[in-house]
Protein backbone atom coordinates (compact mmCIF):
# COMPACT_ATOMS: atom_id res chain seq x y z
CA UNK A 1 0.00 0.00 0.00
CA UNK A 2 1.96 3.15 -0.97
CA UNK A 3 -1.13 5.65 -2.68
CA UNK A 4 -3.17 6.61 0.25
CA UNK A 5 -5.86 8.50 0.05
CA UNK A 6 -7.46 10.52 3.03
CA UNK A 7 -10.79 11.92 2.99
CA UNK A 8 -11.77 15.21 5.42
CA UNK A 9 -8.02 15.62 5.16
CA UNK A 10 -8.67 19.31 6.23
CA UNK A 11 -10.18 18.05 10.13
CA UNK A 12 -8.58 17.66 13.06
CA UNK A 13 -7.85 14.30 12.70
CA UNK A 14 -6.80 14.90 9.01
CA UNK A 15 -4.09 17.26 10.00
CA UNK A 16 -2.67 14.74 12.61
CA UNK A 17 -2.32 12.19 9.67
CA UNK A 18 -1.30 14.59 7.15
CA UNK A 19 1.77 15.42 9.50
CA UNK A 20 2.10 12.11 11.18
CA UNK A 21 2.24 10.47 7.73
CA UNK A 22 4.05 12.72 5.42
CA UNK A 23 7.17 11.04 3.95
CA UNK A 24 5.97 7.49 4.64
CA UNK A 25 4.10 6.79 1.61
CA UNK A 26 4.87 7.24 -2.38
CA UNK A 27 1.44 9.46 -2.54
CA UNK A 28 -0.83 11.14 -0.09
CA UNK A 29 -3.45 12.29 -1.29
CA UNK A 30 -5.34 14.89 0.77
CA UNK A 31 -9.48 15.49 -0.16
CA UNK A 32 -11.70 18.07 1.67
CA UNK A 33 -14.40 20.29 0.76
CA UNK A 34 -12.52 22.90 2.87
CA UNK A 35 -9.38 24.36 2.27
CA UNK A 36 -6.49 22.11 3.35
CA UNK A 37 -4.07 24.73 4.09
CA UNK A 38 -1.23 25.78 2.43
CA UNK A 39 0.85 24.32 -1.21
CA UNK A 40 1.15 20.62 -1.17
CA UNK A 41 4.42 19.02 0.31
CA UNK A 42 6.87 16.64 -1.37
CA UNK A 43 4.83 13.53 -1.94
CA UNK A 44 1.34 14.79 -1.19
CA UNK A 45 -1.45 15.93 -3.42
CA UNK A 46 -4.26 18.17 -2.81
CA UNK A 47 -7.90 17.85 -4.03
CA UNK A 48 -11.26 19.49 -3.69
CA UNK A 49 -14.18 16.29 -3.62
CA UNK A 50 -17.16 16.02 -1.51
CA UNK A 51 -18.20 12.76 -0.58
CA UNK A 52 -21.93 13.42 -1.76
CA UNK A 53 -20.66 14.11 -5.09
CA UNK A 54 -19.67 10.53 -6.66
CA UNK A 55 -18.15 11.85 -9.80
CA UNK A 56 -15.89 13.66 -7.73
CA UNK A 57 -14.92 10.80 -4.93
CA UNK A 58 -14.10 8.42 -7.99
CA UNK A 59 -11.86 11.07 -9.80
CA UNK A 60 -10.25 11.28 -6.55
CA UNK A 61 -9.48 7.67 -6.03
CA UNK A 62 -7.83 7.11 -9.82
CA UNK A 63 -4.38 5.11 -8.89
CA UNK A 64 -5.33 5.05 -4.91
CA UNK A 65 -4.42 1.77 -2.77
CA UNK A 66 -5.86 2.39 0.05
CA UNK A 67 -8.18 5.27 1.55
CA UNK A 68 -8.72 6.47 4.89
CA UNK A 69 -12.22 7.89 5.18
CA UNK A 70 -12.63 10.25 7.75
CA UNK A 71 -15.13 12.55 5.64
CA UNK A 72 -18.70 13.64 7.50
CA UNK A 73 -20.28 15.37 9.77
CA UNK A 74 -18.12 14.83 13.01
CA UNK A 75 -21.00 15.22 15.71
CA UNK A 76 -24.33 14.94 16.40
CA UNK A 77 -26.58 16.94 14.04
CA UNK A 78 -30.04 17.14 12.18
CA UNK A 79 -30.66 13.86 9.89
CA UNK A 80 -31.55 15.80 6.85
CA UNK A 81 -27.70 16.53 7.44
CA UNK A 82 -26.03 13.16 8.43
CA UNK A 83 -27.98 11.19 6.07
CA UNK A 84 -26.41 12.46 2.75
CA UNK A 85 -23.18 13.53 4.08
CA UNK A 86 -22.45 10.57 6.25
CA UNK A 87 -24.49 7.53 5.44
CA UNK A 88 -25.19 8.40 1.47
CA UNK A 89 -21.40 9.68 1.34
CA UNK A 90 -19.99 6.87 2.82
CA UNK A 91 -21.43 4.49 0.41
CA UNK A 92 -20.28 6.78 -2.53
CA UNK A 93 -16.77 6.31 -0.64
CA UNK A 94 -16.56 2.29 -1.01
CA UNK A 95 -18.47 2.16 -4.01
CA UNK A 96 -16.14 4.79 -5.79
CA UNK A 97 -13.28 2.56 -3.90
CA UNK A 98 -14.38 -0.84 -5.34
CA UNK A 99 -15.08 1.03 -8.94
CA UNK A 100 -11.44 2.33 -9.10
CA UNK A 101 -9.91 -1.27 -7.99
CA UNK A 102 -8.59 0.18 -4.46
CA UNK A 103 -7.45 -2.65 -2.18
CA UNK A 104 -8.43 -1.24 1.64
CA UNK A 105 -10.74 1.11 2.75
CA UNK A 106 -10.30 2.62 6.55
CA UNK A 107 -13.78 4.02 7.94
CA UNK A 108 -13.52 6.93 10.65
CA UNK A 109 -15.93 4.86 12.74
CA UNK A 110 -16.93 6.66 16.53
CA UNK A 111 -17.31 5.04 20.33
CA UNK A 112 -20.90 6.47 19.66
CA UNK A 113 -22.17 3.51 17.38
CA UNK A 114 -21.75 1.59 21.00
CA UNK A 115 -22.42 4.42 23.50
CA UNK A 116 -25.61 3.07 25.06
CA UNK A 117 -23.44 0.21 26.81
CA UNK A 118 -23.16 0.66 30.30
CA UNK A 119 -19.99 1.74 31.69
CA UNK A 120 -19.55 -1.35 34.00
CA UNK A 121 -19.07 -3.25 30.45
CA UNK A 122 -16.04 -4.18 28.92
CA UNK A 123 -16.85 -4.72 25.14
CA UNK A 124 -14.31 -5.93 22.77
CA UNK A 125 -14.58 -6.01 18.29
CA UNK A 126 -17.47 -8.32 18.44
CA UNK A 127 -20.07 -5.76 20.76
CA UNK A 128 -22.96 -5.04 17.76
CA UNK A 129 -23.44 -1.69 17.67
CA UNK A 130 -25.55 0.41 20.29
CA UNK A 131 -25.30 4.20 18.64
CA UNK A 132 -26.34 7.08 20.90
CA UNK A 133 -27.66 9.53 18.38
CA UNK A 134 -27.91 10.10 14.86
CA UNK A 135 -24.24 10.24 14.31
CA UNK A 136 -23.89 7.20 15.77
CA UNK A 137 -26.13 5.58 13.61
CA UNK A 138 -24.31 6.96 10.71
CA UNK A 139 -21.34 5.44 11.87
CA UNK A 140 -23.15 2.04 12.61
CA UNK A 141 -24.11 1.88 9.37
CA UNK A 142 -20.55 2.72 7.96
CA UNK A 143 -19.62 -0.23 9.48
CA UNK A 144 -22.16 -2.44 7.86
CA UNK A 145 -21.78 -0.74 4.40
CA UNK A 146 -17.75 -1.56 5.08
CA UNK A 147 -18.80 -5.14 5.94
CA UNK A 148 -20.62 -6.10 2.95
CA UNK A 149 -17.90 -4.66 0.99
CA UNK A 150 -15.37 -6.74 2.71
CA UNK A 151 -17.32 -10.10 2.13
CA UNK A 152 -19.14 -9.21 -0.90
CA UNK A 153 -16.36 -7.24 -3.13
CA UNK A 154 -13.06 -8.36 -1.21
CA UNK A 155 -12.04 -5.15 -0.14
CA UNK A 156 -10.17 -5.05 3.11
CA UNK A 157 -11.94 -3.41 5.59
CA UNK A 158 -11.33 -1.75 8.94
CA UNK A 159 -13.31 0.39 11.01
CA UNK A 160 -12.23 2.42 13.47
CA UNK A 161 -14.10 3.11 16.88
CA UNK A 162 -12.23 6.27 17.58
CA UNK A 163 -12.80 7.55 20.96
CA UNK A 164 -11.47 10.99 22.23
CA UNK A 165 -9.05 12.13 19.79
CA UNK A 166 -6.68 15.32 20.80
CA UNK A 167 -4.09 16.49 22.33
CA UNK A 168 -4.51 15.61 25.72
CA UNK A 169 -7.80 14.62 28.00
CA UNK A 170 -9.30 17.67 29.33
CA UNK A 171 -12.08 15.62 31.44
CA UNK A 172 -12.66 12.10 33.74
CA UNK A 173 -14.54 10.35 30.91
CA UNK A 174 -11.63 11.22 28.69
CA UNK A 175 -9.26 9.00 30.88
CA UNK A 176 -11.49 5.41 29.06
CA UNK A 177 -11.63 7.17 25.87
CA UNK A 178 -8.44 8.78 24.88
CA UNK A 179 -6.38 8.42 21.90
CA UNK A 180 -3.42 10.26 21.46
CA UNK A 181 -2.32 11.95 17.95
CA UNK A 182 1.11 9.94 18.08
CA UNK A 183 -1.45 6.48 18.72
CA UNK A 184 -3.81 7.53 16.23
CA UNK A 185 -0.95 8.03 13.87
CA UNK A 186 0.03 4.67 14.77
CA UNK A 187 -3.47 2.61 14.28
CA UNK A 188 -3.77 4.27 10.91
CA UNK A 189 -0.57 3.11 9.52
CA UNK A 190 -1.21 -0.27 10.78
CA UNK A 191 -4.03 -0.55 9.15
CA UNK A 192 -2.95 0.48 6.29
CA UNK A 193 0.73 -1.83 6.32
CA UNK A 194 -1.24 -4.58 7.61
CA UNK A 195 -0.15 -8.24 5.22
CA UNK A 196 -3.49 -9.70 6.05
CA UNK A 197 -6.96 -7.80 6.57
CA UNK A 198 -10.37 -8.79 5.74
CA UNK A 199 -12.49 -7.05 8.03
CA UNK A 200 -11.58 -5.89 11.36
CA UNK A 201 -13.15 -3.21 13.90
CA UNK A 202 -10.56 -1.70 16.18
CA UNK A 203 -11.18 0.72 18.79
CA UNK A 204 -9.03 3.90 18.79
CA UNK A 205 -7.93 4.40 22.07
CA UNK A 206 -4.69 4.72 23.99
CA UNK A 207 -3.10 2.32 26.71
CA UNK A 208 -5.49 3.28 29.27
CA UNK A 209 -6.24 1.27 32.12
CA UNK A 210 -9.32 2.52 32.65
CA UNK A 211 -10.89 2.00 29.04
CA UNK A 212 -14.14 0.10 28.67
CA UNK A 213 -12.72 -1.87 25.24
CA UNK A 214 -10.91 -4.67 24.83
CA UNK A 215 -8.46 -3.81 21.98
CA UNK A 216 -7.19 -7.49 21.80
CA UNK A 217 -8.26 -7.58 17.95
CA UNK A 218 -6.33 -4.53 17.21
CA UNK A 219 -2.83 -5.70 18.80
CA UNK A 220 -3.19 -9.33 17.17
CA UNK A 221 -4.49 -9.07 13.46
CA UNK A 222 -3.00 -5.57 13.07
CA UNK A 223 -0.21 -5.14 15.45
CA UNK A 224 -1.03 -2.01 17.22
CA UNK A 225 0.50 -1.44 20.38
CA UNK A 226 -0.36 2.13 21.93
CA UNK A 227 2.62 4.27 23.55
CA UNK A 228 0.31 6.78 25.32
CA UNK A 229 -2.15 6.71 28.28
CA UNK A 230 -5.03 9.03 29.86
CA UNK A 231 -3.86 7.74 33.26
CA UNK A 232 -0.43 10.34 33.23
CA UNK A 233 -3.23 12.68 33.38
CA UNK A 234 -5.28 10.74 36.47
CA UNK A 235 -4.43 12.63 39.40
CA UNK A 236 -4.78 16.10 37.37
CA UNK A 237 -8.51 15.28 36.10
CA UNK A 238 -10.24 12.83 38.95
CA UNK A 239 -9.47 16.43 41.67
CA UNK A 240 -11.92 18.52 39.03
CA UNK A 241 -15.61 18.91 39.45
CA UNK A 242 -17.72 18.18 36.59
CA UNK A 243 -21.17 18.82 35.93
CA UNK A 244 -23.23 15.47 36.83
CA UNK A 245 -25.80 14.16 34.28
CA UNK A 246 -27.30 10.71 34.96
CA UNK A 247 -27.46 9.58 31.71
CA UNK A 248 -24.19 10.37 30.66
CA UNK A 249 -22.68 9.08 33.57
CA UNK A 250 -24.12 5.75 33.24
CA UNK A 251 -22.98 5.22 29.69
CA UNK A 252 -19.64 4.54 27.01
CA UNK A 253 -21.08 7.80 25.11
CA UNK A 254 -21.26 10.25 27.75
CA UNK A 255 -23.05 13.69 26.76
CA UNK A 256 -24.13 12.06 23.52
CA UNK A 257 -26.28 9.45 25.37
CA UNK A 258 -28.28 12.57 27.56
CA UNK A 259 -28.46 14.47 24.78
CA UNK A 260 -32.93 14.52 24.47
CA UNK A 261 -32.63 11.51 26.52
CA UNK A 262 -36.00 10.16 27.45
CA UNK A 263 -36.00 6.59 27.71
CA UNK A 264 -35.22 3.90 30.85
CA UNK A 265 -31.87 3.53 32.19
CA UNK A 266 -32.90 0.32 34.02
CA UNK A 267 -33.87 -0.59 30.59
CA UNK A 268 -30.74 -0.48 29.20
CA UNK A 269 -28.62 -3.25 30.31
CA UNK A 270 -26.04 -5.77 29.17
CA UNK A 271 -26.33 -7.90 25.96
CA UNK A 272 -28.62 -10.95 27.10
CA UNK A 273 -26.47 -14.22 26.74
CA UNK A 274 -26.46 -14.96 23.25
CA UNK A 275 -24.92 -19.14 24.16
CA UNK A 276 -26.73 -21.66 21.38
CA UNK A 277 -27.31 -24.55 23.31
CA UNK A 278 -25.19 -27.46 21.90
CA UNK A 279 -25.88 -30.35 19.40
CA UNK A 280 -26.97 -33.61 21.72
CA UNK A 281 -24.75 -35.07 19.12
CA UNK A 282 -21.00 -34.38 19.25
CA UNK A 283 -19.59 -33.14 15.76
CA UNK A 284 -16.33 -33.33 15.03
CA UNK A 285 -14.22 -32.47 12.12
CA UNK A 286 -10.50 -32.15 10.89
CA UNK A 287 -9.04 -29.24 8.68
CA UNK A 288 -5.54 -28.87 7.26
CA UNK A 289 -5.77 -25.48 6.13
CA UNK A 290 -3.32 -24.27 3.36
CA UNK A 291 -1.54 -21.26 5.34
CA UNK A 292 0.93 -23.71 6.73
CA UNK A 293 2.90 -26.81 5.97
CA UNK A 294 0.55 -30.18 4.80
CA UNK A 295 0.67 -33.31 7.43
CA UNK A 296 2.74 -36.17 6.59
CA UNK A 297 1.35 -38.79 8.70
CA UNK A 298 -2.08 -39.81 10.62
CA UNK A 299 -2.60 -36.27 12.17
CA UNK A 300 -4.60 -33.50 11.14
CA UNK A 301 -3.79 -29.73 11.70
CA UNK A 302 -6.89 -28.39 13.68
CA UNK A 303 -9.86 -30.16 14.76
CA UNK A 304 -13.24 -28.67 15.61
CA UNK A 305 -15.77 -29.83 18.30
CA UNK A 306 -19.53 -29.11 18.21
CA UNK A 307 -20.96 -26.56 15.83
CA UNK A 308 -17.66 -23.88 15.71
CA UNK A 309 -16.51 -22.85 18.92
CA UNK A 310 -13.66 -24.79 20.07
CA UNK A 311 -11.29 -25.60 18.16
CA UNK A 312 -7.83 -27.90 18.94
CA UNK A 313 -5.03 -26.98 16.88
CA UNK A 314 -2.16 -29.98 16.29
CA UNK A 315 1.40 -28.83 17.31
CA UNK A 316 3.14 -26.59 15.92
CA UNK A 317 6.28 -26.73 15.04
CA UNK A 318 9.01 -24.09 13.34
CA UNK A 319 8.43 -25.35 9.66
CA UNK A 320 7.51 -23.32 6.69
CA UNK A 321 5.04 -24.02 4.25
CA UNK A 322 7.26 -26.33 2.63
CA UNK A 323 7.93 -28.25 5.37
CA UNK A 324 11.50 -26.61 5.70
CA UNK A 325 13.16 -25.99 9.45
CA UNK A 326 13.11 -22.37 10.15
CA UNK A 327 15.75 -21.23 12.81
CA UNK A 328 17.57 -24.52 13.39
CA UNK A 329 18.52 -25.12 17.06
CA UNK A 330 17.90 -21.67 17.61
CA UNK A 331 15.07 -21.32 20.47
CA UNK A 332 13.68 -17.47 19.57
CA UNK A 333 13.57 -17.79 15.87
CA UNK A 334 11.62 -21.26 16.11
CA UNK A 335 9.04 -19.52 19.46
CA UNK A 336 8.65 -17.14 16.87
CA UNK A 337 7.70 -19.08 13.69
CA UNK A 338 5.74 -21.50 16.09
CA UNK A 339 3.47 -19.16 17.13
CA UNK A 340 3.11 -17.43 13.32
CA UNK A 341 2.12 -20.73 12.40
CA UNK A 342 -0.71 -20.99 15.05
CA UNK A 343 -1.78 -17.64 14.28
CA UNK A 344 -2.25 -18.72 10.50
CA UNK A 345 -3.98 -21.84 11.49
CA UNK A 346 -6.35 -19.90 13.90
CA UNK A 347 -7.05 -17.06 10.83
CA UNK A 348 -7.94 -19.99 7.93
CA UNK A 349 -11.38 -20.39 11.02
CA UNK A 350 -11.50 -16.59 11.75
CA UNK A 351 -10.01 -16.85 14.83
CA UNK A 352 -7.32 -14.29 16.47
CA UNK A 353 -3.94 -15.36 19.10
CA UNK A 354 -6.48 -13.83 21.43
CA UNK A 355 -9.10 -16.95 21.23
CA UNK A 356 -6.32 -18.67 22.42
CA UNK A 357 -7.73 -20.50 25.70
CA UNK A 358 -4.50 -22.77 26.66
CA UNK A 359 -1.03 -23.53 25.89
CA UNK A 360 1.10 -26.53 25.92
CA UNK A 361 4.56 -25.97 25.42
CA UNK A 362 7.38 -28.76 24.91
CA UNK A 363 10.96 -27.86 24.85
CA UNK A 364 14.02 -28.87 24.86
CA UNK A 365 15.76 -26.39 26.83
CA UNK A 366 13.58 -24.93 29.71
CA UNK A 367 16.03 -22.62 30.45
CA UNK A 368 16.33 -20.89 26.89
CA UNK A 369 12.46 -21.15 26.20
CA UNK A 370 11.92 -18.42 29.48
CA UNK A 371 13.75 -15.85 27.72
CA UNK A 372 11.46 -16.32 24.72
CA UNK A 373 9.14 -13.98 27.09
CA UNK A 374 9.39 -10.99 24.91
CA UNK A 375 8.25 -12.80 22.29
CA UNK A 376 5.17 -14.41 23.19
CA UNK A 377 4.12 -10.90 24.81
CA UNK A 378 3.90 -9.85 20.90
CA UNK A 379 1.75 -12.44 20.04
CA UNK A 380 -0.55 -12.28 23.30
CA UNK A 381 -2.26 -9.55 25.35
CA UNK A 382 -4.07 -9.53 28.86
CA UNK A 383 -5.83 -12.06 29.84
CA UNK A 384 -2.61 -14.38 29.19
CA UNK A 385 -4.21 -18.18 28.26
CA UNK A 386 -3.05 -20.79 31.09
CA UNK A 387 -0.04 -22.31 29.71
CA UNK A 388 2.15 -25.57 31.15
CA UNK A 389 5.87 -26.20 29.97
CA UNK A 390 7.51 -29.32 29.60
CA UNK A 391 10.65 -30.06 29.25
CA UNK A 392 11.37 -33.41 26.78
CA UNK A 393 14.50 -34.79 25.36
CA UNK A 394 14.14 -34.57 21.72
CA UNK A 395 11.66 -33.63 19.09
CA UNK A 396 10.70 -35.56 15.86
CA UNK A 397 13.61 -33.78 14.27
CA UNK A 398 16.71 -32.66 15.88
CA UNK A 399 16.79 -29.94 14.66
CA UNK A 400 13.48 -28.48 16.15
CA UNK A 401 13.68 -27.83 19.83
CA UNK A 402 10.22 -26.26 20.53
CA UNK A 403 6.11 -28.02 20.13
CA UNK A 404 3.20 -25.31 21.22
CA UNK A 405 -0.42 -27.21 21.01
CA UNK A 406 -3.22 -24.51 21.85
CA UNK A 407 -7.26 -24.87 22.44
CA UNK A 408 -9.18 -21.86 21.10
CA UNK A 409 -12.82 -20.51 21.54
CA UNK A 410 -13.98 -18.80 18.54
CA UNK A 411 -17.06 -16.37 19.08
CA UNK A 412 -19.47 -18.17 16.63
CA UNK A 413 -19.84 -14.72 14.62
CA UNK A 414 -16.77 -15.01 13.13
CA UNK A 415 -15.84 -18.96 13.29
CA UNK A 416 -15.87 -20.22 9.25
CA UNK A 417 -14.70 -23.72 8.25
CA UNK A 418 -12.05 -23.23 6.43
CA UNK A 419 -11.56 -25.39 2.71
CA UNK A 420 -9.28 -28.16 3.21
Request: glycine content about 10%; charged content about 20%.
Amino acid sequence: MTRVLITGAAGHIGKVLRQGLRGRYELLRLSDIAPLGGAAAAGEELVQADVQDFAATHASMKGIDCVVHLGGVPIEDSWEKILPINIAGTYNVFEAARQQGVKRVIFASSNHAIGFYRRGQRIDDTAQPRPDTRYGVSKACGEAIGHMYADKHGIGVACLRIGTCRERPVEVRHLSTWQSHRDITQLIYRCIEAPHLHFIIAYGVSNNPRSWWDNTAAQQQLGYVPEDSAETFAAELLGREEPVDKAAALFHGGPFCSDGFAGDPSQIGGDPDRLKPRSAEIVIDAFNPPEVWSPFGAFSMAVVQGDGQVVYLKGQVALDRDGEVIGAGDMRAQTRQTLENIRAVLASFGGVMGDIVSLTHYVTDIGQFMTTGDIRREFFAAPYPVTTTVEIAALYRPELVVEITAIAEIPRDRFRRPAG
